[in-house]
């Protein structure tokens, strides 16, 4: 296998455990426990990534915590080469309609937010992240900027966080925290408000298993 292919790491249970940085690759998740599907392809650099990614949900009433109507949503991101997402094209699709936004950051640490109705500009706190609802990708995003799969840390953070299907962007704080750290990954301790999740990270810092709400297949 030459420098220019794809290497995975696998388990002995068969399931992939690392993924390469030298070309794209295509990556699943699937919610265990509600009809909803996320795939991306994506190319990894040593601490950005390029991406291009689906999610496919359908109709959650319980629990509380995943109501929401049926949807989609399409995404393509960059983060740059210290880890910090550069622009965001995120778009939703209902039974009643569609919606867009774009999010940029630029050097001086503003964030442009547009839904089509003009610019809106914040500092969100000097947020340097962003997370969409269920679309697990976005995890990665911190967890790799600050190298917890790598190096055992715990970080409170203001998130640019955006809500599906409805794209209304607020501000919200997560911690990550170190939890193991192993030759094939780690487990990266997710917390926002009163939730907490121990999420499962390949050696890049891509998410193998989110308990409750996805698993890479």
């Known amino acids: 296998m030459n420098a220019s292919e794809i290497t995975e790491r696998v388990s002995p249970t068969g399931e992939a455990r690392s993924v390469s940085a030298r070309k794209p690759v295509l990556l699943t ?12 392809r994506l190319r990894t650099g040593e601490n950005g990534l390029r991406a291009s990614g689906r999610l496919v949900a359908g109709t959650v ?12 949503a399409s995404y393509e991101l960059v983060a740059g080469g210290q880890g910090v997402l550069t622009r965001l094209l995120l778009r939703t699709t209902t039974a009643d309609e569609e919606r867009q936004v774009s999010v940029s950051r630029t050097e001086e640490g503003i964030w442009l937010i547009d ?5 809106k500009r914040s500092a969100f ?18 967890i790799r900027r600050l190298r917890l799969h790598r ?15 409805t794209l ?8 990550y925290s170190t939890v193991e750290i192993r030759e094939d990954g780690a487990t990266i301790r997710y917390t926002s408000g009163e939730f907490s ?3 499962e990270v390949d050696s890049e810092g891509l ?3 989110y308990p409750g709400w996805a698993q890479r297949i």
């Open 61 to 72: 009433t319980e629990p509380e915590t995943k109501r929401t109507e049926a949807h989609s």
């Open 207 to 209: 998410l193998l298993t």
């Open 197 to 199: 999740a121990d999420l």
């Open 151 to 165: 190096e055992a840390g715990t970080h409170e953070l203001p998130v640019v966080y955006i809500d599906l299907p």
């Open 115 to 119: 839904h089509g109705q003009g610019v």
């Open 168 to 175: 209304q962007v607020t501000e919200v704080v997560q911690e």
């Open 29 to 40: 998740w699937q919610d265990p426990t509600a009809p909803r599907l996320e795939s991306v």
């Open 125 to 142: 706190s000097g947020a340097l992240d962003v997370d969409v609802r269920s679309c697990v990708l976005f995890n990665a995003l911190p």
